[in-house]
């Protein structure tokens, strides 16, 4: 039997049709891979957007902001001084933007200044804070990029 070219041109595209659908089912059948949002509830997230903006810019005008840095007991998050710390409420958020199972959040409850995350719960990578509390009734936000 003799194949003419139209014959040839496709085999050629079913061959190629099957070896992308062989492809696609590779992908989605491999649990390794996470084909998940980055973040539970994504969209209600978007609506309040505007009042996390809001928040940055609040904390952006404070004279003095939030430092965070890396110290041999963990990751250490320092307050202005000119605030009264037993005032100070709200959380911390820690992403690992590798692995949702290792995001961790932490409630405010100062009893100085700063605040100490131990080393012993952080992995080595990058980490995404974001420290979000309220003083004397006004919201501030502040999120950093940091490796551990």
């Not at 409420?89 to 995001?103: C, I």
């Not at 409630?107 to 100085?112: A, G, K, T």
């Not at 131990?118 to 995404?128: A, F, H, M, T, Y």
Request: avoid cysteine.
């Amino acid at each position: 039997m003799k194949i003419n070219w139209g014959t040839g041109i496709v085999i050629a595209i079913i061959a190629f049709i099957g070896f992308i659908l062989f492809l696609v089912t590779l992908m989605l059948s491999d649990e390794k891979l996470n084909h998940e949002l980055v973040t539970d509830d994504y969209y209600k997230k978007e609506l309040v957007y505007q009042e996390e903006i809001d928040a940055e810019k609040n904390a952006q005008a404070l004279t003095e902001n939030i430092k965070v840095s890396k110290t041999g007991e963990g990751l250490l998050i320092v307050f202005p001084k000119n605030l009264d710390y037993s005032k100070i409420k709200g959380k911390v958020n820690l992403y690992r933007p590798s692995n949702k199972n290792l995001d961790f959040e932490i409630p405010l409850d100062l009893s100085s200044h700063q605040l100490l995350i131990p080393k012993k719960n952080l992995v080595e990578g990058r980490w995404d804070v974001s420290v979000n509390w309220i003083y004397k009734g006004v919201t501030y936000l502040y999120k950093d990029k940091t490796s551990y």
